[in-house]
């Protein structure tokens, strides 16, 4: 059964940092895209970033770039989501998605409806 757990969320003061996990289980991480969505309260599931098998990243939100920074371990099999300078406005629910793609190893999907599979999420607070 292919499962993603999040983890490494939190509460952290504005301008803080964190360090978000993604790690797979009953699947091998090197042939999926790895993408990282957030959805704050009362809004709809917004993209962060996403990582290809070759591990060239894309900022998927403008607000983000500079910021956070996505890379993969896939001797560990998970992805990391680095979160830097955070305001309030990055509070949310921050959810891992895998997309197998060993067909398109330079390339990953910015769309929420591209990836199968989802983990549960992980919440972060900015907040003084």
């Known amino acids: 059964q292919l499962r993603l757990v999040e983890s490494g969320g939190g509460l952290v003061q504005p301008g803080g940092s964190l360090r978000l996990s993604c790690a797979a289980s009953?699947?091998?991480?090197?042939?999926?895209?790895i993408a990282w969505f957030r959805q704050a309260p009362g809004k709809g599931r917004e993209g962060v970033s996403c990582?290809?098998?070759?591990?060239?990243?894309?900022s998927l939100a403008d607000s983000v770039r500079g910021r956070f920074t996505i890379s993969r371990d896939n001797a560990e099999n998970t992805v990391s989501l680095q979160v830097t300078s955070l305001q309030p406005e990055d509070t949310g629910v921050y959810y891992c998605?895998?997309?197998?793609?060993?067909?398109?190893?330079?390339?990953?999907?910015?769309?929420?409806?591209?990836?199968?599979?989802w983990g549960q999420g992980t919440q972060v607070t900015v907040s003084s």
């Open positions: 998605a895998a997309r197998n793609s060993r067909n398109q190893r330079t390339f990953c999907y910015g769309g929420a409806a591209d990836y199968p599979t």
């Open positions: 009953g699947f091998t991480l090197e042939d999926y895209a």
């Open positions: 990582i290809a098998l070759s591990g060239g990243s894309i």
